[in-house]
């Protein structure tokens, strides 16, 4: 079974500064990972993915995340946050093929002025 | 660029009424899965297609049934609804196995 957790619910940063969204990961075989935000009353945005490669990606809106295999890790990383990057994030895992997304519960980013 | 689609996008149901949801996912995308969102909660997995075929289940009650149809839009049918349905009931398509999954913007369910 394939399970992620997010062990911070919320995370405040204020603009300007670093920001990280920490997930933690477990599933047999290759992970294939994932990270979207939801802004209120949306649907989930895709952000990034890691499928194989590089370990650190780069994706949408200045957003990266680092996979670390041995901690079992794919943190999403912002070098300076903005006030617009305030919503919720889920981190995702499946295993290879036309799977499903197990989702972890979310961490809610609040960038202050 | 062409988005996953859903409808309704709210939807206002009676206990033991039935609802049906719709998706339409985005052009040539072959996979298409359908998630549930309780109010603050995680999105989980109810059930996926793959060219018509049902690839994959989740949590999905027996109460519920889906389906993909030949132009792949694909339909949630839910009956006796409960209380505890009420939730976002996301769309997502998928350009194969190892793409990223695309979310539509949900229909959200209330049931009174």
């Known amino acids: 079974a394939q399970s992620v957790a997010q062990p911070e619910d919320q995370v405040n940063v204020a603009e300007g500064n670093p920001l990280t969204v920490k997930c933690t990961y477990s599933?047999?075989?290759?992970?294939?990972l994932f990270w979207y935000v939801q802004y209120p009353n949306r649907g989930l945005q895709f952000l990034l993915k890691?499928?194989?490669?590089?370990?650190l990606v780069k994706g949408s809106y200045g957003f990266e995340a680092e996979f670390n295999k041995s901690q079992t890790s794919f943190h999403l990383k912002k070098p300076s946050a903005l006030v617009s990057d305030s919503a919720l994030y889920f981190c995702?895992?499946?295993?290879?093929?036309?799977?499903?997304?197990?989702f972890g519960s979310g961490t809610r980013l609040q960038v202050q002025p | 660029a062409a988005g996953v689609i859903q409808s309704p996008r709210h939807l206002i149901k009676e206990k033991r009424e039935t609802a049906t949801l719709k998706c339409y996912p985005i052009?040539?995308?072959?996979?298409v899965y359908w998630y549930q969102q309780g109010p603050g909660q995680d999105p989980q997995f109810l059930i996926s297609?793959?060219?018509?075929?049902?690839?994959d289940k989740g949590s999905i009650p027996d109460r519920f049934s889906a389906q993909q149809f030949s132009d792949y839009h694909s339909e949630l049918n839910m009956s006796s609804l409960e209380l505890g349905d009420s939730a976002l009931y996301f769309c997502?398509?998928?350009?194969?196995?190892?793409?990223?999954?695309?979310f539509g913007p949900g229909t959200r369910l209330t049931v009174t």
């Open positions: 997502a398509s998928s350009p194969g196995g190892n793409g990223e999954q695309y």
């Open positions: 599933v047999s075989g290759n992970p294939y």
């Open positions: 890691y499928i194989t490669g590089d370990n």
């Open positions: 995702a895992v499946r295993d290879s093929g036309r799977r499903a997304l197990t």
């Open positions: 052009p040539r995308h072959d996979t």
């Open positions: 297609f793959y060219e018509k075929m049902q690839s």
